[in-house]
């Protein structure tokens, strides 16, 4: 499979680029290559080769889960600069 100047100059006319005569062939033949390649990766069988979510096999190291006690409402109110007795006071940020 391969494509031609015309779809190269329809694709960039899409995406609303302007292209030179030399880049527009410049393109063309680095598409051209890429399909070239594409194509030669189906001739592979595939058949029996499991599919993949990332090519090294690697696992997740999580910490375990330790059930702690949080934050009382007077120790998260300690420092900050604007508050009532119990809430945050932070300005207005949603308008009509």
Same mark, same amino acid.
């Given at each position: 499979?391969?494509?031609?100047?015309?779809?190269?100059?329809?694709?960039?006319?899409?995406?609303?680029?302007?292209?030179?005569? /030399?880049?527009?062939?410049?393109?063309?033949?680095?598409?051209?290559? +890429?399909?070239?390649?594409?194509?030669?990766?189906?001739?592979?069988?595939?058949?029996? +080769?499991?599919?993949?979510?990332?090519?090294?096999?690697?696992?997740? +190291?999580?910490?375990?889960?330790?059930?702690?006690? /949080?934050?009382?409402?007077?120790?998260?109110?300690?420092?900050?600069?604007?508050?009532?007795?119990?809430?945050?006071?932070?300005?207005?940020? +949603?308008?009509?």
């Amino acid at each position: 499979m391969s494509i031609s100047l015309k779809d190269i100059e329809k694709t960039a006319y899409l995406a609303r680029l302007n292209l030179s005569e /030399s880049e527009n062939k410049k393109y063309l033949d680095q598409i051209n290559q +890429v399909l070239t390649y594409i194509e030669k990766l189906n001739e592979l069988d595939t058949e029996n +080769v499991e599919p993949l979510s990332h090519p090294i096999e690697i696992t997740n +190291v999580f910490r375990d889960y330790v059930l702690k006690e /949080s934050l009382s409402q007077k120790k998260s109110l300690e420092n900050a600069p604007f508050k009532t007795d119990k809430f945050f006071i932070a300005p207005k940020v +949603v308008t009509k």
